[in-house]
């Protein structure tokens, strides 16, 4: 699940109150990343939990409706979105499982949050739809949760304060791993049963080296880097940088020069996008121009062995 867009957000974060705080430990300011990155998969299974734990709300305020309809002689209400096949199926996910087993499930201290949630949900015209529809497909059942996540979960202001008061690390998290839980809804397979594997941690194993390698790089051969840059642009003038400005295009001569591996224009597009959440309005066009002169350079001297696209 941590993924190298993941990677890069940290490393950009963390890399900027490394030199920013006085205590210049790279061994333990790498720990830190490495538990921040780990603290997002975290986020990863809190944000699936949620789903599991609203079905358990909809299913308790369902056996009261169960019970009064046998007492007065109702009608008995439906168990479709509280039987829901996929949720069903997370609920009973034994990696999901041994996760809650291991971690406190913060749900069950937010029992409020989680049934105003629901209430929300029911009174979606998604979630009548489903009520109504004829459609018992595993499929239907699945994408009735990927509708309601979008709609309620992701981009919730409720949610994302009330995450935030759980955990700093998770302020700039959310956004990126609403995608995997929704990829992860995508991929739910009812023939797996309770063995679905959820994402992993890293996507690939040797996205944790690069992690590390990114970060090392970047903090140790901080003064190489910037006299790159000047040697990039005469006229440069650090005092009327952002200093995140700075820190953005240290990573990417970082990632530049370390990983022979990564294309030129993907590393600038990365940090040109990372200026835009990070920086001043006017970075991204300034970071994207220096980064494009500062690559050009370091192959002419022949201190970067790629090619630059025409």
């Given amino acids: 699940m941590i993924n190298r867009e993941l990677i890069r957000i940290k490393a950009v974060q963390l890399t900027y109150a490394y030199f920013q705080n006085g205590n210049h430990n790279i061994d333990n300011a790498e720990k830190e990343l490495l538990f921040s990155l780990s603290k997002a998969y975290h986020l990863y299974n809190v944000l699936l939990l949620l789903i599991v734990a609203v079905t358990r709300a909809a299913r308790k305020r369902y056996d009261v409706a169960v019970s009064k309809a046998?007492?007065?002689?109702?009608d008995m209400p439906s168990d479709r979105f509280v039987y829901n096949k996929f949720a069903v199926q997370l609920e009973e996910n034994q990696e999901l499982l041994a996760f809650s087993e291991e971690?406190?499930?913060?749900?069950?201290?937010?029992?409020?949050?989680?049934?105003?949630?629901?209430?929300?949900?029911?009174?979606?015209?998604?979630?009548?739809?489903f009520m109504e529809s004829s459609d018992d497909s595993y499929e239907a059942h699945r994408e009735l949760w990927r509708r309601l996540y979008k709609q309620f979960v992701q981009g919730n202001p409720d949610l994302d304060e009330l995450l935030e008061e759980i955990s700093l690390y998770w302020n700039d998290d959310k956004e990126v791993v609403d995608s995997f839980v929704i990829k992860t809804i995508k991929r739910f397979d009812p023939a797996n049963?309770?063995?679905?594997?959820?994402?992993p941690?890293?996507?690939?194993?040797?996205?944790?080296?690069?992690?590390?390698?990114?970060f090392r790089a970047t903090i140790m051969n901080a003064e190489q880097y910037?006299?790159?840059?000047a040697e990039a642009s005469r006229n440069w003038d650090f005092s009327r940088l952002a200093y995140m400005d700075v820190v953005?295009?240290?990573?990417?001569?970082?990632?530049?020069?370390?990983?022979?591996?990564?294309?030129?224009?993907?590393?600038i597009n990365e940090?040109?996008?990372?200026?835009?959440?990070?920086?001043?309005?006017r970075s991204a066009g300034y970071i994207n121009g220096m980064l494009d002169t500062i690559a050009r350079h370091l192959i002419k001297t022949?201190?970067?062995?790629?090619?630059?696209?025409s």
């Fill in 226 to 229: 910037q006299r790159y840059m």
């Fill in 201 to 214: 941690e890293y996507d690939d194993a040797e996205d944790k080296e690069y992690a590390r390698k990114l």
């Fill in 103 to 129: 971690q406190h499930n913060i749900w069950e201290d937010k029992v409020e949050f989680v049934k105003n949630l629901f209430i929300q949900i029911e009174m979606s015209e998604t979630y009548k739809e």
């Fill in 248 to 267: 953005i295009m240290q990573l990417a001569i970082a990632e530049m020069v370390t990983f022979p591996g990564i294309p030129i224009n993907v590393t």
């Fill in 70 to 74: 046998e007492r007065e002689g109702l």
């Fill in 302 to 309: 022949k201190r970067l062995m790629k090619v630059m696209p």
């Fill in 193 to 199: 049963k309770k063995e679905q594997q959820l994402l």
């Fill in 271 to 281: 940090y040109i996008n990372l200026a835009k959440i990070y920086s001043t309005p």
